[in-house]
């Protein structure tokens, strides 16, 4: 907590009097709320490969009426609502990119109560900034401060957070606050971000590999003893850590011996020394297997976050309580990784909320639910209201 902000709260009031309203106004947009999260959800987006999409979304914010917008250098998609007064600057951001291939299907099935398709929840969180001004002009809502709305690009693997962190060292609007959209769960309430390294590791068996040495293997069971060594990794309860083994690949057939095996993981943790420790022991790991295979065997770090954030006490997470008791959400507070890091590396003010339910039908399709969407929407622009009301003693 910053300055004085532990003596004042933000005056709910108002936008909780109002979530009634919200609600319907928000039922009143179904509609648009799906078309927009179509319009985007069916254009593919994997990380570096997200532009089609934030043109989209700028696209849609020009069609409301907001002048100033743009796609910058490195592909977020930009939208700025003026204030009356634009004393202060609110952000509301979401990531564009998706996990999912540019050959996966990204078509998107609207049924009378949920919708299915590829990466939902990812076209939820820009299709809701896409929707919310439309939403205010419905309800007659003018800001007194600037509202920004992000569709942030790189965000995802490797991309790292780049588009956000570019964003936040490039823009002329000094952020005051940021509320970040992630399209699930509803009830998501992250204030904290943990710390975190993602790396990959690949296992290499080279042409001219000598398989008479003594500890001789292909890739893939060379990387099956790094994976049980890393597994026996002793890990703490407090603070609590995991190491995530989020997947695994290599190999072309049946007869043949896999010569490369990728693995991809992550290390997190409430403790930054923690994960630099797992860091050091899994670089250990990967050095004596390497000497003992004779295989090819790296490790690549490619993105990392530092634990830190506000506190359940601070204003803003006071604030979202309010709000999402008053809609009768249960807060599920988690910490986050994603865009939010990135707001608390600039000492910025942020949570991250969830709009929606959704669950996963496959490894590429998700089931997203149509009426939580209501709440979720309501639950947004209320907070934004709050914020925009500044602090009062």
Request: glycine content about 10%.
């Amino acid at each position: 907590m910053t300055g004085n902000e532990a003596q004042h709260t933000f005056d709910t009031s108002g936008p909780v009097n109002r979530l009634p309203e919200f609600v319907h106004a928000a039922k009143d947009m179904r509609e648009m709320a799906i078309g927009n999260l179509v319009l985007v959800g069916e254009i593919p987006a994997p990380t570096f490969q997200e532009k089609r999409r934030t043109q989209e979304f700028v696209h849609r914010l020009i069609d409301c009426g907001i002048q100033d917008c743009s796609v910058d250098e490195v592909g977020n998609g930009i939208g700025i609502i003026p204030g009356e007064s634009g004393e202060q600057n609110i952000l509301l951001a979401a990531n564009a990119d998706s996990i999912h291939g540019i050959d996966i299907d990204h078509a998107i099935s609207v049924q009378p109560d949920h919708l299915i398709g590829c990466g939902l929840s990812t076209s939820l969180g820009v299709g809701t900034l896409a929707t919310l001004p439309m939403m205010m002009d419905s309800l007659g809502i003018k800001l007194r401060s600037n509202l920004i709305l992000l569709a942030t690009a790189r965000s995802a693997g490797r991309g790292n957070l780049e588009g956000i962190r570019y964003f936040l060292a490039n823009n002329k609007y000094p952020v005051s606050y940021g509320i970040c959209l992630k399209g699930s769960p509803l009830g998501r309430l992250s204030y904290s971000s943990i710390g975190m390294v993602r790396a990959d590791i690949t296992c290499r068996v080279p042409s001219e590999y000598d398989w008479t040495r003594f500890g001789a293997s292909g890739a893939v069971l060379t990387m099956n003893q790094i994976i049980s060594n890393i597994s026996a990794i002793p890990l703490p309860r407090k603070p609590v850590t995991n190491i995530v083994l989020g997947s695994i690949d290599g190999g072309s057939t049946y007869d043949r011996i896999a010569r490369q095996v990728v693995l991809k993981f992550e290390i997190r943790s409430e403790d930054a020394a923690m994960v630099h420790s797992i860091s050091e022991q899994i670089d250990d790991i990967v050095a004596e297997t390497a000497a003992q295979s004779g295989a090819e065997i790296t490790l690549n770090v490619f993105a990392h976050r530092e634990p830190g954030g506000i506190q359940i006490g601070h204003p803003l997470v006071r604030c979202c309580r309010t709000i999402m008791n008053a809609l009768q959400i249960t807060p599920r507070i988690m910490p986050s990784t994603s865009e939010h890091s990135a707001l608390i590396d600039n000492k910025i003010p942020a949570v991250t909320l969830g709009i929606s339910t959704s669950e996963s039908i496959s490894d590429e399709q998700d089931q997203l639910k149509i009426s939580p969407m209501y709440k979720g929407l309501a639950q947004v622009l209320a907070a934004v209201l709050a914020v925009d009301g500044g602090l009062s003693a």
